[in-house]
Each structure stands twice: as C-alpha cells, then as structure tokens.
C-alpha cells in the first residue's frame, strides 16, 4: 500500500486493485467466507455491544481505516460516494444472511461451531498483525468448512421458514456500525491522518479482535472487545 503496509488490506489489493474493489472486499469479505454467519450462530448479535463489535472489527476495522486514508482519492464526496456503494449492499446482504441462520442452526452443533467461529476471529486477529503469520495459517473460509464439517448433524436439518425480523434488524444495525465508522473516518481523514498511525491502530485492532474471540469462548466479559478498541 502507498501509505501502510496493512497486511490483509496489502494482500487483497496485489489482486483487486482498484480503491472501490479494495474497499468492497475488505468490508464485503465477512459476508463471502462465511465469518459472519459463523458470528451470527454463534450468538455475536445478541447485545448491543456485540453489534458494536462486529461491526467495528468484523466488517469495519483497521482494514477499512487503512483503505480509506491510504488508497482513496482525497475527494471526501467521492470516498463518502463509495462508502455507501459498498454499505448498502452490506446492510441488506447482512440481514439476508441472518434470516438464513434458524435453518443453518437446525444441522449444525452450535456449542461446537461457537469454537470453530472463535477459533477464525483468533486467524484474521493474527493476519492483521502479522503478515508472516498470516501466511501459516488456514484461511477463514477453511476453518468455517472445517467447523461446519465437525459440527453438521443432517439428521436434524429441518427447513425454519419463519424468520427472526429481530436477528435481521440486529445484522443490518451490524452493517450500519460499519458503514457508519468509514463514513466517520472520510469525515475526519484530515485529522486522522495527522494523529493515527495506521499500523499501530491495526496492531490495536488485532488485539480487540483477539480479546472477541476469547468472549466467544466465554473467557472475558462480551465488551471486553469495545475497551480495546477503543
């Protein structure tokens, strides 16, 4: 990258390119591998923190903060332009995704996949601070194939046509949180590129997603994450 060396956000440009692209993978990406829905069954959404979080390190984050500042033209209405190209398919694909997970629920074991989930946040919290690492381990989309393979029970699947318009609106709200952090960032680039220094807020940013996958596992209070980041 012209002006970090996010790693993540480093290798997703080498094959996009382009800013639009790179900013619609970064954000997008969650929703494709299976991360999200992973999150979703695995009960993320269930607080208003838990919305925070996702939306915050999941699909915004120091990925998204280093596309903004380092790879999009100066021009804050056409960045703000892109941010909502990118947004609004997020927002609605996020819910769509979310009205899928009582039948996902049916055939899967999700005291089991709840690790299999946790264990993915703990590989992108150490792609994003270490490119060398990211290297070593499986990809997300892997380990969720992996989880949904050692947790799948075909035998109770059952097709759930009622869906959860409460989920729905909490997955959307997750969508919102990050569409409205890289709007808060075009916002106040200026500043933000006098005073942050990318690389250490994606070191900070890889420990706030460590510290929510040790909330998935139970092992710290579920806004644990939200003090780190911030």
């Not at 999150?39 to 903060?65: D, H, K, N, R, Y």
């Not at 490119?131 to 050692?150: K, N």
Request: proline share 6%.
């Amino acid at each position: 990258m012209s002006s970090s060396r996010h790693p993540i956000a480093l290798r997703l440009e080498e094959r996009v390119g382009g800013d639009t692209r790179l900013l619609a993978t970064v954000m997008l990406l969650p929703l494709v591998d299976g991360i999200f829905a992973a999150l979703v069954l695995a009960g993320a959404l269930e607080t208003p923190a838990g919305i925070a979080q996702v939306g915050l390190l999941v699909f915004g984050g120091s990925a998204t903060l280093a596309v903004i500042l380092a790879e999009m033209d100066d021009d804050p209405r056409s960045q703000a332009v892109t941010v909502l190209v990118v947004g609004t398919p997020l927002v609605v694909v996020a819910a769509a995704e979310a009205a899928l997970a009582p039948t996902i629920a049916t055939i899967v074991d999700i005291p089991t996949f709840e690790r299999f989930a946790a264990l993915v946040i703990l590989a992108i919290a150490a792609k994003t601070a270490s490119s060398t690492i990211g290297d070593y381990l499986p990809s997300p989309g892997v380990i969720i194939g992996l989880g949904f393979i050692a947790s799948v029970q075909p035998g109770q699947a059952a097709l759930v046509l009622e869906h959860d318009p409460a989920l729905m609106l909490r997955a959307a709200a997750a969508g919102g949180v990050a569409v409205g952090f890289a709007l808060s960032v075009v916002a106040l680039q200026p500043y933000l590129r006098q005073v942050v220094d990318i690389d250490r807020f994606r070191f900070g940013s890889a420990v706030a997603l460590g510290t929510l996958a040790l909330s998935v596992f139970g092992l710290v209070p579920s806004q644990a994450p939200l003090v780190v980041f911030g």
